[in-house]
């Protein structure tokens, strides 16, 4: 797993708070001991898929928007699933308090809904699908918010 994430350590180092106080190794240790684990249900049996979340209050913010990653474990190895992406978020997903699954008729992988805190009345949504080995940020749908939308019997 720390492999697979090797490069996301370095690039998370250079703007966590606790990065610049703690050398390249302790920060590494520092970076692994806050991860946290969810398996994602609806994969194969050959492989799984793993939502890795960081979870430090160096980073998170007061919101616990944390980043977050895709990691596909197949044949004894973890590859983080989302393409490298040049606004310090490395191959996360981003940053979010929840993630909604959405399992998918005829799909290997479930789509994917990174939840973000904006505001008391606002969540910000990043929609991922996997296509070709890879999730790819795409547009929300319409059905993924009424998904995810409160009732109050006011519909």
């Known amino acids: 797993m720390v492999r697979a994430l090797r490069d996301d350590i370095t690039e998370m180092a250079g703007i966590d708070v606790e990065g610049a106080s703690l050398g390249r190794a302790a920060y590494r240790d520092y970076f692994i001991s806050h991860l946290q684990y969810k398996y994602v249900p609806g994969t194969t049996p050959a492989e799984q898929l793993l939502l890795v979340r960081y979870n430090s209050n160096t980073i998170c913010g007061q919101y616990d928007n944390c980043p977050v990653w895709i990691v596909n474990l197949a044949r004894g190895r973890a590859k983080s699933m989302v393409p490298w992406q040049d606004e310090h978020l490395g191959t996360s997903a981003g940053g979010g308090w929840g993630v909604s699954v959405q399992l998918l008729a005829g799909s290997e992988y479930p789509d ?19 296509a070709k080995g890879k999730y790819l940020r795409r547009d929300c749908t319409p059905d993924c918010a009424r998904l995810l939308s409160h009732s109050n019997g006011q519909n």
């Open 112 to 130: 994917l809904t990174l939840l973000t805190y904006l505001s008391s009345a606002q969540t910000g949504l990043a929609c991922y699908r996997e």
